[in-house]
């Protein structure tokens, strides 16, 4: 088991590998060209800048058992199909039974913007949100 790191934009990746190295557990960041991360304990995987690249990457890594932290609605269902877990920066575990909807409310979201409308944003990342997240996250672990 390992665990998957989205890291472009990932308010998180510094507490999943603090979580990660005291349970002995490898990290794999993957990342594009324009956002290059690197940190002690972890390797990195850098792809060429463009859309998806990153998450087809790791929708070609990803194995049964390994945990993926993403905010992309879209990979997170390649790796539940993969029989792996995902999970959002704010403690939102992805399941069989959620990312129905979660696709679809991102679809309709993206429809209503391309006619012209607007969408909110997310909102400001609260201390909340990370313990949520390491909530979540080793509540996952202990699954696996």
Do not use: W
């Amino acid at each position: 088991m390992k665990i998957i790191i989205d890291a472009d934009a990932c308010p998180v990746l510094d507490i999943t590998l603090g979580i990660a190295k005291k349970k002995d557990i490898p990290c794999l960041i993957v990342c594009d060209n324009s956002h290059f991360i690197e940190r002690e304990g972890a390797d990195t995987v850098v792809v060429d800048k463009g859309a998806d690249s990153a998450d087809i990457r790791i929708a070609n890594t990803v194995r049964n058992g390994d945990i993926v932290v993403t905010q992309d609605y879209g990979l997170a269902a390649l790796v539940l199909g993969k029989k792996a877990k995902a999970l959002n920066q704010n403690g939102l575990i992805f399941t069989d039974k959620n990312i129905e909807n979660l696709l679809y409310s991102r679809y309709t979201a993206k429809k209503a913007r391309m006619a012209g409308g607007r969408t909110k944003g997310p909102p400001a990342r609260t201390r909340d949100n990370d313990i949520a997240f390491i909530n979540s996250l080793n509540l996952l672990l202990e699954e696996t």
